[in-house]
């Protein structure tokens, strides 16, 4: 029998991933509070790190389960594009991405409890924001897409008007990859029976 899953976020669109992809889970958010810089220049190490940090976080609070923690920012000119303080910052964040190409990065960690094995990597998607218009970009401020969004945006599936996903997987831009996330539970699983 799988072990219970703990998602150790309180992101929509994580949660709404896993159930497309058919998982049972329990939300515990870890719910601490995120550095803004990468150290050392480094976005792989950064979301690594950060998800690391959500797993340990929520894996304290578990007797049994597997706990998924996740962290997903986008990074631009080699500065980490975080989630906008407000408004007026989506709208920077939306016009510095204009017309450009930037990468997003998600890093996983899933930490088995009892026993405290974990698997952690991070995985690459690059993303083409169109450039937007004022009307345009007035109108998706309007939506509030932006709130708590990485990147000030969430991207829409199947097909976003503003969006295209030029390398990597849609799952990973929405904060979760699916694709590797489904054999490294199963590596998991497989490796505690």
Not at 49 to 71: M, R
Not at 126 to 136: C, G, L, P, S
Request: with cysteine; proline share 5%; aromatic share 8%.
């Amino acid at each position: 029998m799988p072990r219970p899953l703990i998602l150790a976020s309180g992101s929509l669109g994580r949660r709404e991933l896993m159930k497309l992809h058919g998982y049972t889970f329990e939300v515990k958010p870890s719910n601490i509070p995120e550095i803004t810089e990468a150290r050392y220049g480094d976005c792989r190490q950064y979301v690594g790190e950060l998800a690391w940090l959500k797993a340990q976080a929520t894996a304290n609070t578990v007797d049994d389960g597997i706990v998924i923690a996740a962290d997903t920012v986008g990074w631009h000119n080699g500065r980490v594009i975080g989630k906008p303080d407000d408004e007026a910052d989506a709208r920077r964040i939306l016009k510095q991405l204009a017309g450009t190409t930037h990468e997003l990065w998600t890093g996983v960690c899933l930490w088995l409890r009892p026993g405290d094995k974990q698997l952690a990597w991070q995985e690459l998607s690059r993303v083409r924001m169109k450039d937007f218009t004022a009307e345009e970009l007035d109108g998706y401020i309007a939506t509030n897409r932006w709130v708590g969004a990485s990147g000030a945006y969430s991207i829409q599936m199947p097909h976003d008007p503003y969006l295209e996903v030029v390398e990597g997987t849609i799952s990973n831009v929405i904060g979760l990859p699916m694709e590797s996330l489904a054999k490294a539970l199963d590596w998991l699983e497989a490796s505690v029976r």
